[in-house]
């Protein structure tokens, strides 16, 4: 049987995520006063690690899909502790909806950062495709859809694109979703990845 669990010493955090997930099942509190590895976590089981509670370096080998907490994302610790394991990353004051969104993107086994974040790693990817690979994969997409991608490989978040574009934030969402379709991509990331 799959279970949730929180690993942080902040009761107010703690709380919040018993509120926020126990219409659907509880959430078990892990007092960061033990070591997290001493904790009996299976592989099916979803944990929330408050980065306020857990020094990174004493981070197990983790096991289960796994979300830090932590009090300001910054992109070289995102990616340090997706190396580690790490599937979801966020301010550990995100708002419910985000958070709500992080714990069920980890749960479809997919990986989840702050838009921020990803704007970041996205702007800090090497050149990797050659250009015919690139020029196939847009000759798929219609101009403004071609357009979208442009704005996205230099790291622009939806709203960015919008303003630049001179159309709505949901028309660029529209955009992106013909976008994923006719690439195969699934996110922004695995897009942008391709494209550069």
Not at 154 to 162: D, K
Request: charged share 30%; hydrophobic share 40%.
């Amino acid at each position: 049987m799959m279970s949730d669990y929180i690993y942080s010493n902040d009761l107010t955090l703690v709380l919040r995520c018993k509120e926020l997930f126990g219409g659907r099942k509880k959430i078990e509190h892990l007092p960061a006063k033990k070591q997290l590895a001493g904790y009996d976590i299976s592989q099916k089981d979803i944990l929330i690690i408050d980065f306020e509670s857990c020094d990174e370096k004493d981070l197990p080998r983790i096991v289960c899909p796994c979300m830090a907490l932590v009090a300001i994302p910054q992109k070289d610790q995102a990616l340090r502790l997706l190396q580690k394991g790490i599937r979801a990353y966020g301010n550990r004051h995100m708002h419910e909806d985000n958070l709500k969104q992080a714990i069920a993107t980890l749960k479809a086994g997919q990986i989840w950062l702050p838009p921020a974040i990803i704007t970041q790693v996205i702007s800090a990817l090497p050149k990797t495709k050659a250009e015919d690979e690139r020029k196939d994969l847009l000759n798929a997409l219609t101009s403004r859809e071609a357009e979208v991608v442009k704005w996205l490989v230099n790291g622009l978040s939806n709203q960015e694109i919008s303003e630049k574009m001179f159309v709505s934030v949901r028309t660029v969402k529209a955009h992106l979703t013909s976008i994923f379709n006719k690439t195969g991509c699934r996110n922004r990331l695995e897009l942008a990845t391709r494209m550069k």
